[in-house]
Nanobody, 114 residues
Framework: VQLQASGGGLVQAGGSLRLSCAASGSIDSIIYMRWYRQTPGKQRELVATIDTHHTTNYEGSVKGRFSISRDDAKNTIYLQMNSLKSEDTAVYYC?????????WGQGTLVTVSS
């Protein structure tokens, strides 16, 4: 499975961005798709999850502001990020998980200026 993330950039606090992650390869094996983020010196943290039934889960600090979705026809997941805060600044990574393997895309940098 190959994952290609895009959509990062610079945005002012209170603004919005939408990240995309296009999947290719053996995507039928994928159970969950997730967005993680990481800042320098910190562990990568889970932000949002969506499964094959479109069931979603969110990390506490992004609930009500971020929304994960998927377009199965395009094999793409999205992360709509609204009301962005400076603490949302991070490299965001797309992740796909099968029963046996974790797949990672390259990161996309989101910078929120205050």
């Amino acid at each position: 499975v190959q994952l290609q993330a895009s959509g990062g950039g610079l945005v002012q606090a209170g603004g919005s961005l939408r990240l995309s992650c296009a999947a290719s390869g053996s995507i039928d094996s994928i159970i969950y798709m997730r967005w993680y983020r990481q800042t320098p010196g910190k562990q990568r943290e889970l932000v949002a999850t969506i499964d094959t039934h479109h069931t979603t889960n969110y990390e506490g600090s992004v609930k009500g502001r971020f929304s994960i979705s998927r377009d199965d026809a395009k094999n793409t997941i999205y992360l709509q990020m609204n009301s962005l805060k400076s603490e949302d600044t991070a490299v965001y990574y797309c992740n796909a998980r099968s029963q046996s393997t974790n797949y990672w895309g390259q990161g996309t940098l989101v910078t929120v200026s205050s």
